[in-house]
């Protein structure tokens, strides 16, 4: 599939976002967290803004971004819908989330259940939007198992490593934060490299002989059009073999094994973690983004067969 900019921007943005939001919440409940409002403020707008950027992202790629509320309308059997549905809510208790947080400086009792609920949300959406790709059947290498849990445990990694980064430079220090990350991480790094391993070694579940039925040695005879088309360019992207194992090179090394090299050392020296937390943000940005864009390039439609000579 065509990797479209905007969707790898909000899937990687409103990720971490949620990330970031389901931290927030469930570690407050647990008294994890400062109490001060200044941080509240810095961490909620952090993830607000994210999460806001990521969904406006999302419709960019629309022919009619003015109509996209329209798909609201389909949440029975849409995972398009539930997910703007559940982007939609969320909202509500993040909000009073932050109002307690930031201009009522209270958060425990009730503003503590509005942050549950938000990570709540939070954790509902970015399964929605890992759904998405997962329920498409005519693409095999969305339609597997570990792509919906994928989208959740990187979201919750990316999310980790920004809250690391927000604690380090209101000078504090939470081990849970940083075991969240190390869990998130490694977790993540597994489903990963699991998944490629798969999707590499998967059979075709479509020939042209099956799609013909016309049994063993069919072959295109003449290509069905003069010049490239619509349906090569957006469903039939090709990346060659040797580019991509660059790539996924490249995203081990700035997604995975960078940060937890950089965690180490704020253990090792947490009088650099400002330093160490904002540069592990930065790697993981451009890990998570390669990361994405290879998700949709090594993806194919199977109406490719048609195509293919």
């Known amino acids: 599939m065509h990797p ?5 921007f909000f899937t990687t943005a409103s990720g971490a976002g949620y990330g970031l939001l389901f931290l927030l919440g469930v570690f407050n409940a647990l008294g994890l967290l400062p109490e001060s409002p200044w941080f509240g403020f810095a961490s909620l707008s952090s993830a607000l803004i994210l999460i806001t950027a990521g969904l406006l992202s999302s419709t960019f790629h629309l022919g009619h971004p003015e109509r996209a509320w329209r798909a609201l309308s389909q949440w029975r059997t849409s995972w398009l819908s539930r997910e703007g549905i559940a982007s939609v809510v ?5 909000g009073l989330f932050s ?18 609920f938000a990570s709540l949300g939070a954790a509902i959406t970015v399964y929605c939007t890992g759904m998405i790709y997962a329920s498409l059947k005519a693409i095999p290498a969305w339609n597997h198992i570990l792509v919906a849990p994928g989208y959740v445990l990187l979201g ?13 430079l209101f000078d504090e220090f939470f081990m849970s934060a ?10 993540s790094l597994l489903l990963k490299y699991r998944y490629w ?6 059979p075709d579940i479509s020939t042209l002989e099956s799609a013909t039925g016309l049994g063993n040695g069919v072959k295109v005879f003449d290509p069905p059009h003069t010049s490239t088309n619509y349906l090569q360019t957006e469903m039939g992207f090709k990346i060659a073999r040797k580019h991509s194992e660059k790539l996924r090179t490249i995203t081990l090394a700035f ?23 904002v540069a592990s943000v930065f790697s993981a940005a451009l890990g998570i983004v390669i990361e994405r864009w290879l998700f949709f390039a090594e993806a194919k439609h199977v109406v490719s067969l048609y195509y293919r000579g």
Do not use: R
Request: proline share 5%; hydrophobic share 60%.
């Open 4 to 8: 479209s900019y905007s969707v790898i």
């Open 90 to 94: 969320t909202y509500i208790p993040a």
């Open 99 to 116: 109002v307690g947080w930031i201009y009522l400086e209270q958060t425990q009792g009730i503003w503590s259940f509005f942050g549950l």
């Open 156 to 168: 919750l990694a990316t999310g980790a490593i920004v809250l690391n980064a927000l604690l380090f």
């Open 178 to 187: 940083l075991i969240v990350s190390f869990f998130a991480l490694g977790a």
């Open 197 to 202: 391993q798969s999707i590499d070694n998967a």
């Open 255 to 277: 997604l995975f094994a960078l940060p937890l090299a950089l965690a180490v050392g704020i253990l090792a020296l947490p009088s650099l973690g400002p330093v160490l937390g």
